[in-house]
């Protein structure tokens, strides 16, 4: 079982001890023990020179977010640069398992302009999801239509009152049936960014 919401991420660094079994002059052998299998993760696609990095359109992150809140097809790591494109450039953390002791998994921040996108990948079989959708710029439009720069009142008047406010972010919770908590930051009245977290078992 995995986690099912990473609303809250906590990203420490994994420090991996090298242990030295040392002889003691006995000729007995200790029994074998088989290596865990693990999948490698999706490999890193060459970024692309970042002054002539193609941004992802409008419809392609549209369709994205819609997939991801309405399960339609695979939001796996190749289904996102395979819908967006190549990223300007990727990052990688490292994430306890919090369902899965011992097991350590990757979030891969994906960069494009005025767009980011984190996506899970499990050590155990190289499965993947995306967790996370950022839209920084009005280029960019969610499927309620909501656009960075909207101001306060006109968020509301289509949303509704938030369900909490977090250090003056808006949360909505479980939005489209329970698949994504919706963000909203702001710069002074207008809208800053939208964040999508989305749920996945």
Excluded: K
């Excluded at 074998?32 to 970024?47: F, G, H, I, L, T």
């Excluded at 101001?151 to 994504?180: D, H, T």
């Amino acid at each position: 079982m995995m986690m099912r919401s990473f609303a809250v991420w906590t990203v420490g660094l994994i420090a991996v001890g090298s242990v030295l079994l040392g002889g003691c002059g006995s000729s007995a052998r200790a029994p074998e023990r088989p290596e865990p299998s693990v999948m490698p993760a999706p490999p890193v696609p060459e970024a692309p020179d970042e002054s002539t990095a193609a941004r992802p359109t409008p419809d392609a992150v549209q369709q994205l977010v819609e997939a991801a809140l309405q399960g339609r097809q695979p939001t796996s790591y190749e289904a996102v640069v395979h819908r967006l494109g190549p990223p300007q450039r990727v990052t990688a953390q490292t994430v306890d398992n919090a369902y899965a002791a011992g097991q350590v998994d990757t979030v891969r921040t994906l960069y494009y302009p005025a767009l980011q996108a984190r996506v899970y990948i499990r050590s155990d079989d190289a499965h993947s999801f995306l967790i996370q959708l950022q839209l920084l710029a009005s280029f960019y439009a969610d499927p309620n239509g909501l656009r960075v720069d909207m101001a306060q009142q006109a968020v509301r008047q289509q949303l509704g009152a938030p369900q909490r406010v977090e250090n003056g972010i808006w949360v909505y919770e479980n939005v489209q049936q329970g698949a994504a908590d919706l963000r909203l930051s702001w710069d002074g009245e207008h809208l800053r960014a939208i964040t999508y977290v989305f749920h996945f078992s």
